[in-house]
């Protein structure tokens, strides 16, 4: 996925939509990632001037949630749930095995998640968003190359 690049002007844009909201913060950070496809540095003082905080309070919430990033993503997410019920499906071994493949090496990032409530089709992950059960490394390799 294409993100623009940091613009101040935009950035602008986007937290004057949506410092406005409940829990301003938070929302304002997430309308700055989806925009710019992280939260580039230059965005957390101007969050901070519009929500009327301290740039450690939005450095805090910024660093407290996994979503939230602050460089660009890799082209491909994985998010391999390692919860119980896919935790005794191996899903940490696929984990592991997938870290430690040519899913590596290419332009995915390979992160953890913590139930994807698809439990029943254990190990789950989700692959750029799209939910897929019974995971193994060879066919999530064989899904990013189709992508
Ligand atoms: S425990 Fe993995 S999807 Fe629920």
């Known amino acids: 996925m294409q993100f623009p690049a940091w613009s101040q002007e935009r950035a602008l844009e986007v937290i004057a939509r ?14 700055i990632q989806e925009y710019f496809g992280y939260v580039p540095d230059g965005a957390v003082a101007l969050i901070a001037s ?29 998010k391999i749930c390692v919860a119980e019920a896919c935790q005794s499906m191996g899903a940490r071994d ?15 990032e390979i992160s ?26 060879k066919s999530l390799v064989k899904e990013i190359s189709q992508l």
């Open 50 to 78: 519009a929500c009327n905080v301290s740039r450690a309070d939005v450095h805090g919430v910024l660093t407290f949630y996994h979503d939230l990033r602050t460089e660009l993503p890799r082209k491909v997410q994985i």
């Open 112 to 137: 953890n998640a913590y139930c994807l409530g698809n439990c029943a089709l254990a190990p789950a992950a989700s692959v750029d968003g799209k939910l897929r059960g019974r995971v193994s490394v």
């Open 18 to 31: 949506t410092s406005g909201e409940p829990g301003p913060v938070l929302v304002t950070l997430q309308g």
């Open 94 to 108: 696929v984990a592991e095995s997938a870290r430690k493949s040519v899913i590596d090496n290419l332009d995915v």
